[in-house]
């Protein structure tokens, strides 16, 4: 099966500026998740998605981050304006589970690399 | 709320060695464990996961994970590790409350597999 893909695989941008990522799950995958990776530092959940509704977006900075999942495939997750601390890997992951299935393992892409200057 | 700390940032093993990675939890309900590692500019993947039953579980590539409740540990070790073992290793709990496996992380252990 194809895996998570997503795009791009690096962005540079200046702070202030807006960025996008782009995620599209495994097909069929019902739950989406956004990760921030700060180096040295183990990913911290920014957005929970089920289908095309938000479960959990408790940690997302809403005054400059937003995420959509339109139709409950493709995700994207907006930074606007960026700030220096925004630099991390952002993972985007899919798992087959519903909200009531606790144990569907989690398949991860690659990741986007954002540096801010 | 949950916690998970990895107490060793960097593991330096030479070839064919054993390694254990040390991985400790906090939290008020019962979790779910699970061990992901993470080579070089790629996605994690899950090496292993403990849900319940047998405390000693195995997973890919030869790793297995023991889940110890008294010390909420659940660390991971590999009896001989090879090269291609060099990563980053994440230890991760899921709430049993949590809807939809959300999982919260640890720091990471970076492992360094030296000829």
């Known amino acids: 099966e194809a895996g998570v893909a997503q795009s791009p695989r690096y962005k540079i941008i200046e702070k202030r500026q807006s960025v996008a990522f782009w995620c599209n799950p495994i097909?069929?995958?019902?739950?989406l998740y956004w990760y921030q990776q700060i180096l040295g530092q183990g990913p911290k959940l920014l957005i929970q998605?089920?289908?095309?509704?938000?479960?959990?977006d408790s940690q997302l900075p809403k005054d400059r981050f937003s995420a959509e999942r339109l139709k409950g495939v493709d995700s994207t997750l907006k930074i606007q304006p960026a700030k220096l601390e925004d630099s991390a890997v952002y993972l985007c992951?899919?798992?087959?589970?519903?909200?009531?299935?606790?144990?569907?393992?989690?398949?991860f892409g690659n990741g986007t690399r954002l540096t801010v200057t | 709320a949950q916690s998970v700390t990895q107490l060793d940032s960097q593991v330096p093993v030479f070839e064919e060695a054993p390694v254990e990675l040390r991985c400790n939890y906090s939290?008020?309900?019962?979790?779910?464990l699970f061990w992901y590692v993470q080579y070089p500019n790629q996605g994690l993947q899950l090496l292993l996961k403990?849900?319940?039953?047998?405390?000693l579980v195995k997973g890919i590539n030869g790793f297995e994970a023991e889940f110890n409740k008294s010390q909420t540990s659940f660390h991971l070790r590999k009896p001989s590790v090879h090269i291609s073992d060099t990563a980053e290793y994440f230890c991760?709990?899921?709430?049993?409350?949590?809807?939809?496996?959300?999982?919260?992380f640890g720091g990471g252990t970076r492992v360094l597999v030296k000829p």
């Open positions: 992951a899919s798992s087959q589970g519903t909200l009531s299935s606790y144990n569907s393992p989690l398949h």
């Open positions: 991760a709990v899921s709430d049993f409350k949590a809807a939809g496996n959300k999982l919260t």
């Open positions: 403990y849900l319940s039953g047998s405390t």
């Open positions: 998605f089920q289908n095309n509704g938000v479960v959990d």
């Open positions: 939290s008020s309900v019962s979790v779910y």
């Open positions: 097909s069929g995958h019902a739950t």
